[in-house]
């Protein structure tokens, strides 16, 4: 089983609706999950964090975890061409000495007009 | 601030040479991340430094691979024999505080081995 898992789609939706990504992870003890967004031939960039179970809203975007389930989610909503990217879900993994950051494969984004 | 600053954008060789990457982190932060992103594995830790020391290099793939970091504002990784597994993108981050904190990416070397 993979540490963070991501489907890699892409996934497609029309401009204007509701994009849903979703993201798993294996490590019970993390505390810390973060959402990137890559665009294509560009460096990762941060655009969510989120540390408590339930929802973090910043804009149209909304982070959702529930730690139970081990599962964490971001939307966004009213979706524009410019969010067109892929989206990697960050989730930090500690162990007796090393706190680091594990990075899904991401999941494609393709918001069409 | 220029932010973090990797060079070369672009490097091909040949099998068997030597490759060094370079970065510069953004001045005051304290980690330095060495990631490697290719479509099959996606983005993977190599290495990561706290105050210039290696702290977990368990991401590297074997001996050919090694990171240094002499000073607080360079670091290199330098693969010794390159193999065309090798070719990937690689990306030099930096974070203050943790390695929880946010990771800002240097623009990535794509590197090719041929």
């Known amino acids: 089983q993979k540490e963070v898992e991501q489907n890699s789609g892409p996934l497609s939706v029309p401009e204007g609706a509701i994009a849903s990504l979703n993201c798993t992870y294996s490590?019970?003890?993390?505390?810390?999950f973060f959402w990137y967004r890559q665009y294509s031939g560009k460096s990762p960039e941060l655009i969510m964090s989120?540390?408590?179970?339930g929802d973090k809203e910043d804009g149209r975007f909304t982070a959702q975890l529930n730690k139970a389930s081990q599962y964490v989610s971001l939307l966004i909503r009213d979706s524009q061409p410019s969010d067109s990217a892929t989206y990697l879900c960050a989730v930090n993994m500690v162990t007796y000495n090393t706190d680091k950051l594990i990075f899904g494969t991401g999941t494609r984004l393709q918001v069409f007009p | 601030d220029a932010g973090v600053i990797q060079s070369p954008r672009h490097e091909v060789t040949e099998m068997g040479q030597e490759v060094t990457l370079r970065c510069k982190p953004i001045?005051?932060?304290?980690?330095l991340f060495w990631y490697r992103q290719t479509m099959m594995r996606g983005l993977e830790l190599l290495i990561y430094f706290n105050n210039n020391v290696p702290i977990d290099d368990s991401g590297m793939p074997e001996d050919r691979f090694s990171a240094k970091m002499p000073n607080a504002s360079f670091s290199t990784l330098k693969i010794q024999p390159s193999e065309p597994r090798d070719s990937a993108v690689y990306f030099c981050a930096s974070s203050s505080g943790t390695a929880n904190e946010k990771l800002f990416f240097g623009s990535g070397t794509q590197l090719s081995v041929l």
């Open positions: 490590d019970r003890v993390s505390q810390s």
């Open positions: 001045s005051g932060h304290d980690y």
């Open positions: 989120i540390y408590s179970n």
